[in-house]
């Protein structure tokens, strides 16, 4: 869609999802990629296809360390695919980090299958991002929040929905499926945490946003 699309001040902000065209204002004229999100009558959006670039490298760095570097069994996998989500929901906020982790679960499947595709993992990739956004987006990166984020996500996705995902999949009790991963999951939780407070405790939020928006 490229032609003249004449906005006013308060919808200047919302002129196209998914598709690159022209936007011209009373002030300026655009020509951008924009995904469009709303929120609270907010617009959040990429405005430029370097951070698409950004999140395909995100989403790449994800699907390698998930499927080559790490440990899986059919009921517990410990990777270290975490790390892109995370930043990408520091970078770009929640519901894009949700974004990115539903590609990255797409794009493995469908590059790097192992077993039949089950939508419910995507639902938790999704939700993954989601938590990791809103706890650490523009927030302050302490030791505590990080904790926090961390063991919301275990709890909640790992332990709760993969759990319950992996016990319609195999037919055995979510009680047979829990014990290993809730083992899994104590081993992992300082681990993610350090790793997680390493990658962007020292990052300046405000540096990120100038950036990557």
């Given at each position: ?73 059919p ?26 982790a ?67 999949i ?44």
């Amino acid at each position: 869609m490229d032609g003249k699309l004449p906005l006013d001040e308060k919808s200047e902000m919302i002129c196209g999802v998914i598709f690159a065209f022209r936007c011209h204002s009373k002030e300026h004229h655009l020509f951008m990629w924009l995904i469009v999100i709303f929120k609270n009558e907010e617009v959040l959006y990429l405005k430029t296809t370097r951070n698409f670039i950004y999140m395909g490298v995100l989403i790449s760095m994800e699907v390698v360390l998930t499927r080559f570097f790490s440990i899986q069994t059919p009921i517990v996998r410990i990777s270290f695919g975490f790390i892109p989500i995370i930043i990408a929901s520091v970078m770009f906020g929640p519901v894009l980090g949700g974004i990115t982790a539903v590609f990255s679960d797409l794009l493995g499947m469908i590059l790097f299958p192992k077993g039949a595709y089950f939508p419910g993992f995507t639902l938790s990739a999704f939700l993954s991002g989601i938590i990791y956004g809103i706890m650490l987006y523009k927030k302050p990166k302490t030791v505590l929040r990080i904790i926090i984020a961390v063991s919301i996500t275990i709890i909640f996705i790992d332990l709760g929905l993969n759990t319950y995902w992996l016990s319609i999949i195999t037919g055995k009790g979510v009680v047979a499926l829990f014990i290993p991963r809730f083992i899994k999951s104590i081993v992992m939780l300082p681990i993610q945490s350090l790793l997680i407070y390493s990658f962007i405790k020292y990052i300046p939020q405000e540096k990120l946003i100038m950036k990557f928006k």
